[in-house]
């Protein structure tokens, strides 16, 4: 969706995900739950707001107190739907509330649940006030709205248990069929490498897209498609926990590693300043250390939030 973190999240995030409850289990398809019915962070944060901040957002937010936030609520350990609710987890809301504590301490962040690659149409459609999905910061999208940048993360490659294709890298990925979810950075970086491919005479690179990566991950179990290609910490997540970690392995190095940032409107300057001085006044704090840290992801952390750094 998605970006790269450095290589030694490897350790941190594969004994952190041991900790979390399991996205499948050993018989069970990769869940997903495609409810609409918005869900509120309820992390526990530093108290005490920051003196000022409040009055920097639009009257309308600030009067509300309540940020609604658009996400593609299915990319574990991301954002992710607590087992049999509507409450969304993950790393993405706890930073959230870091965030929107440093405006008043009953703000809220309410996740609404919506396709990935429709998210930035719906955000200028306005039917939510930002994104937060794990969305990377690019120069392409750039084009469309802004970001705040608040996570670093990267590209991995998932296989099979045992990767019985002997996949290394992306150059063994040539003359074979891959399966992700469309719309992310993943399937960007898909097509360059099956261009590389023709180019290099490796042989065809077939690439199947999903609307949600754990359509992806399916089709790879099945032994439909070789690999699916994901962020490093959902890949190493999905690693961890599908099938009791006897499904998948990732593989390789990461690829490409780049900021996460919180879409935002192009028209919409005063809320990006507001939530950049919200998510500054966050780190300084330790707030939004501690909420990586639920997820063991300090590794991803910046030490600040530019705008539009990707």
């Known amino acids: 969706m998605r970006a790269t973190t450095p290589s030694r999240l490897v350790l941190a995030l594969l004994a952190a ?5 399991g996205a499948c ?20 944060v530093s108290s005490g707001p920051t003196a000022g901040l409040l009055e920097k957002l639009p009257a309308d937010i600030a009067r509300a107190k309540v940020l609604k936030v658009g996400s593609d609520v299915a990319y574990a350990p991301v954002e992710f739907f607590k087992e049999g609710t509507q409450l969304v987890q993950g790393i993405d809301p706890d930073v959230c509330a870091a965030i929107v504590a440093e405006f008043d301490e009953n703000f809220k962040c309410e996740f609404q649940n919506s396709p990935f690659d429709g998210l930035i149409p719906a955000l200028n459609a306005k039917r939510f006030d930002v994104i937060m999905s794990a969305l990377s910061d ?11 940048d608040y996570f670093n993360a990267g590209t991995s490659i ?7 294709e002997g996949i290394e890298s992306l150059d063994d990925l040539c003359g074979k069929t891959i399966g992700l979810q469309k719309g992310t950075t993943q399937e960007e970086l898909a097509t360059t490498q099956a261009k590389k491919c023709e180019t290099d005479g490796k042989g065809k690179l077939t690439v199947l897209t999903f609307e949600k990566d754990t359509d992806a991950l ?15 910490p959902v890949a190493a997540y999905n690693a961890k926990t599908s099938g009791g970690g006897k499904d998948f392995e990732v593989v390789g190095e990461q690829i490409d590693a780049g900021p996460y940032g919180i879409g935002i409107r192009k028209s919409d300057t005063q809320l990006r300043d507001a939530l950049q001085a919200a998510l500054k006044a966050a780190i300084a704090r330790g707030s939004y250390d501690r909420a990586l840290q639920a997820w063991n992801a300090k590794g991803g952390a910046l030490t600040t939030a530019a705008v539009n750094g990707g």
């Open 17 to 21: 995900v041991a900790l979390l409850g």
């Open 25 to 44: 289990s050993d018989d069970d398809e990769p869940a997903v739950d495609d409810s609409p019915a918005p869900s509120t962070s309820t992390t526990a």
């Open 138 to 148: 690019t120069e392409e999208r750039q084009k469309t709205i802004d970001f705040v």
């Open 158 to 164: 998932l296989v099979r248990e045992g990767n019985p």
């Open 218 to 232: 399916l089709q790879l179990k099945n032994g439909r498609t070789v690999a699916d290609m994901n962020d490093f």
